[in-house]
């Protein structure tokens, strides 16, 4: 794959409290002053703000999970060009998907570099 064009993690999420209004932060780990987000957790409804903890959770994951489908691509790319194919190709789909997503690049499975 290309270089990264998004910040390179690993993030870390830090709950607010009453003193940052709330908000929760998600920022590298290696540099706690460069923050990524924030993630509004003003709610005093407990599911909601647990909900709101759980997105900021997610988000904060993103480069791991990104490298993760990335490398699963791969595999399954070497599987392809290896002529073994014992897997329904409907999770690769999901995992191309994912990651067009993540990155704004459309990929194609003869995109994903290995």
Same mark, same amino acid.
């Not at 990929?107 to 570099?113: F, I």
């Given at each position: 794959?290309?270089?990264?064009?998004?910040?390179? @993690?690993?993030? &870390?999420?830090?709950?607010?409290?009453?003193? #940052?209004?709330?908000?929760?932060? $998600?920022? &590298?780990?290696?540099?706690? /002053?460069? #923050?990524? @987000?924030? $993630?509004?957790?003003?709610?005093?409804?407990?599911? /909601?703000?647990?909900?709101?903890? *759980?997105?900021?959770? %997610?988000?904060? =994951?993103?480069?791991?999970?990104?490298?993760?489908?990335?490398?699963? =691509? /791969?595999? *399954?790319?070497? *599987?392809?060009?290896?002529? #073994? #194919?014992?897997?329904?190709?409907?999770?690769? &789909? /999901?995992?191309? =998907?994912?990651?067009? &997503?993540?990155? @704004? $690049?459309? %990929?194609?499975?003869?995109?994903?570099?290995?």
């Amino acid at each position: 794959m290309s270089e990264a064009k998004h910040t390179p @993690g690993p993030w &870390k999420f830090e709950e607010g409290d009453r003193t #940052r209004g709330m908000m929760s932060e $998600v920022f &590298k780990e290696a540099d706690p /002053q460069f #923050r990524i @987000g924030f $993630v509004t957790c003003e709610s005093h409804n407990s599911l /909601q703000r647990a909900e709101d903890i *759980c997105n900021a959770c %997610l988000i904060a =994951a993103a480069p791991e999970l990104l490298e993760a489908l990335v490398s699963a =691509a /791969q595999f *399954c790319r070497a *599987c392809e060009e290896s002529g #073994r #194919r014992p897997f329904n190709l409907t999770p690769l &789909k /999901q995992i191309e =998907a994912a990651i067009a &997503k993540a990155t @704004g $690049v459309p %990929l194609g499975w003869t995109s994903v570099e290995t």
